[in-house]
Structures are given as C-alpha cells and as structure tokens.
C-alpha cells in the first residue's frame, strides 16, 4: 500500500477554508472539509460535465455545491434534518429580485415583544434577552413565507445570524455558554447577512448540472439502482470525535421541530470495554463503528460504476487506551467487499491525549482512494 506524505493539504480537509468562501461560509460547520479539497479531487479524478459524484455523509453541502459550480452532478446524502436542511439552501436556485423584495418586507416590519418561557435553560442562557426576542419575532415572520426556497434562504440566514450574536462557543465536542461584550443590534445584523447572501449569488457562477440532497441512512440505499456513480467524496464520521446532536442542539431546538440524533453516535459509551473483533482487540464502541462501516461501504460499492473511484477522509481514533488505526481496518474492509486501495495521503498528524493532558501518541488523518 502506497501512503504518500501530504501534509501541505492538510488545512483543506477541514472546514476552515470555507469560512472565507462564498455560500459555503453561510453556516459553519466545523466537522466538514473545504470546498479547495472537493476541487482538488474532482480535478484529478478527472471528473466532467457527464460524471455523477456521491457523498453519503454530506454535512452542509460542501461537495454539492462545488460540484454545482464545476458542473459536476452531485448527490449527497445525511441522516438529519439540520445538515440536510444546510445543503438544499446552499445548493438551490434563486430569484435574487424575489429576496429582494421579501428582503425589504421582512425588514420593515415593527417589533413585537416575544414569549420565552417554552424555551429550554440552556437556549435563554445562550443569548442577551434582546436579541433572543429578535430571534423568535424574525423566526415567525420567515415561517409565514410560503415558497420554500425562499423560506429556507431566509431561515438559513436567520440561524447562522442567531449563532453568531450568542454567547454559544463550540470547543470540539462541547458546548459552552460564555458571556460576550459588544453583541451588535440583531436586526442590523440579520439584516446585514441577508445583504451578503444575496450578493453573494449574485458573483456566483454555475454550469448548472444536477444537484440532488436528499434525507436518508448511507447504510441503506436500496432506493438507488446499481453502477450509477462515477466517483465518492466524502467524509465519514470520525470515530469517537463529536456529538453533534449536542454541538447544534440550540439550532435544532430554535429551528428545527424534532431534535433528531446526526448520526447513531457511540460517543460516551464505555470506553473501556474491549471485545475481540475481526479487526482485532478494538474498544466495544469502535468494534460497532466499523460494522456500520462496513455496511456502508457495501452500498457505495454497489453504486458505484466499474472502475468508480473512492475518495474518503478518514481519521485515527483516540481512545485512552491508545490509538485505533482507522485507515487499515477502514482499507481491510474495503478489501474484503471488493475494492482496491490505490493509495493514501498522510494529511495530517496531531498529538493524541488522554484526560486533555496526558500524551499517549499521535493521531494521523488520511485520504484514502479506492477503485472499485
């Protein structure tokens, strides 16, 4: 197995690009990779107008919605409303003199004083009283919008705003409360992001291809037929790394109406139970990751065309009892479904820590490719 050392690109498997990119910046999210990797790979994956891309772990929509801009047809795929939700308005075609009139409407109407007490602590604990109350006034007036895609450009807008003006911190997998000075006037600041978003499709270039999101388990694609996609780029959960049902508990509370789990997380189980797998001693939990792995990896297999590529993002696990080398278990099972492994890229490498503080190894990130 061919592993060539890549760390120059080792920013662009993370989302940090993407915070200074155009409509992908419309919502963070940090679990994603940049928009320059998506590029990157279909480049050299030689991809074009007639290629057919799958991403089963989609998130918000990154590898669509460069996908629509390179006029490369894309179909990706989650299991939760908020990421799901992300991607359809990132990647939908817009009437920018229809936003701009219910631009105007939107912001021309009077204030009215807000409810809180339904709420949950920890959502009143994450903004100034004012600008919770804003929140909920503006949230009313976008349900009352009737055509979806203008809803959701809306609301979408709406939510990264709220973050934004809120005490919330996102520290990896946890959430924090912590209190900030000079929070800005939110109609102002809504109002302001609303501007840019619509200036930004107005830059936005497209060749117009096919651009498919859709809500359901990667573990199960019966719905798709067989030998239809030409290439997979995607980023699988990392095992043991973020609870996202509680990261984006707030925007699922305030925007969404069932807090569903992102994905079926192992995360808090116990660690310490061990079980001898078919990829050996593993912790309990990454035994049970690498099964629905498995299962996904079948279902790509099968939709993917003869000579389809793989490409996917995968990390070591960290555990306290030491590091799981997720790569080869990940390239084992690959193997043993029917694919090849053409090679990895070492993109990046972190100290691994126990209890936060104590040093128990290194952790690598790699991209591994595939051909079916």
């Not at 939908?92 to 912001?107: H, M, N, Q, R, T």
């Not at 707030?250 to 310490?272: C, H, Q, T, W």
């Not at 099964?291 to 555990?319: H, M, P």
Request: proline residues 3%; glycine residues 6%; charged residues 30%.
């Amino acid at each position: 197995m061919i592993i060539e050392k890549r760390t120059e690109i080792g920013r662009l498997v993370t989302f940090i690009p993407n915070k200074h990119t155009p409509i992908h910046n419309w919502f963070y999210y940090k679990e994603g990779f940049s928009r320059d990797f998506v590029e990157l790979i279909i480049r050299s994956l030689k991809l074009g107008r007639e290629s057919w891309v799958l991403d089963p772990f989609c998130g918000v929509g990154t590898t669509q919605l460069t996908c629509k801009e390179l006029g490369v047809n894309a179909m990706g795929i989650d299991v939760a409303d908020l990421p799901v939700f992300v991607s359809k308005v990132k990647t939908a075609d817009y009437d920018v003199s229809v936003l701009k009139e219910v631009s105007k409407k939107i912001f021309s109407e009077k204030f009215r004083r807000q409810d809180l007490s339904g709420l949950s602590s920890i959502v009143r604990k994450a903004f100034p009283r004012h600008v919770l109350e804003d929140v909920l006034f503006f949230r009313g007036i976008v349900e009352e919008i009737e055509d979806d895609v203008v809803n959701g450009f809306f609301k979408l807008g709406l939510m990264s705003a709220a973050i934004k003006a809120s005490y919330i911190v996102k520290d990896g997998g946890v959430l924090k409360i912590v209190k900030k000075k000079n929070i800005p006037p939110f109609r102002k600041f809504y109002r302001n992001r609303i501007k840019r978003m619509i200036r930004d499709l107005e830059e936005f270039k497209t060749l117009n291809p096919t651009i498919i999101t859709l809500k359901t388990d990667s573990r199960n694609l019966k719905f798709m037929d067989d030998n239809i996609f030409d290439a997979v780029i995607t980023s699988p959960p990392y095992l043991n790394k973020i609870e996202y049902t509680k990261v984006y508990r707030v925007e699922n509370e305030l925007f969404f109406k069932e807090a569903e789990p992102m994905l079926r997380s192992y995360i808090g189980d116990l660690v310490e139970n061990h079980v001898d797998s078919e990829y050996g001693d593993l912790p309990a939990i990454a035994s049970a990751y690498f099964k629905d792995l498995k299962r996904v990896l079948s279902e790509i297999y099968r939709v993917l065309k003869e000579g389809g590529r793989g490409v996917f993002v995968i990390a070591q696990g960290v555990f306290p009892t030491g590091i799981v080398e997720s790569e080869k278990i990940f390239s084992k099972i690959a193997s043993e479904i029917g694919f090849e492994t053409e090679c990895m890229w070492l993109v990046n490498r972190r100290v691994a820590t126990r209890d936060r503080v104590v040093k128990i190894g290194y952790a690598d990130e790699f991209v591994i490719f595939l051909r079916k």
